[in-house]
């Protein structure tokens, strides 16, 4: 509940510029953001494994 309640706030248009925070597209998180990809290590790590992610294989030597 919490998290939904911070994702909605975010989306409003914050007072001044630098109070704007990066968060996850699919989970919420707000630590451990990749800009890239806009998503957080957690999800990139899970969707990465699937294939789901255009251009990004896992490495094997």
Do not use: D, E
Request: charged share 25%; aromatic share 8%; with cysteine.
């Amino acid at each position: 509940m919490a998290r939904l309640c911070k994702m909605a706030k975010m989306s409003q248009t914050p007072k001044f510029k630098v109070r704007h925070h990066n968060r996850c597209r699919i989970c919420g998180r707000s630590r451990a953001y990749m800009r890239t990809f806009q998503m957080c290590r957690l999800c990139f790590r899970k969707l990465a494994s699937q294939g789901q992610i255009p251009g990004v294989t896992k490495s094997s030597w």
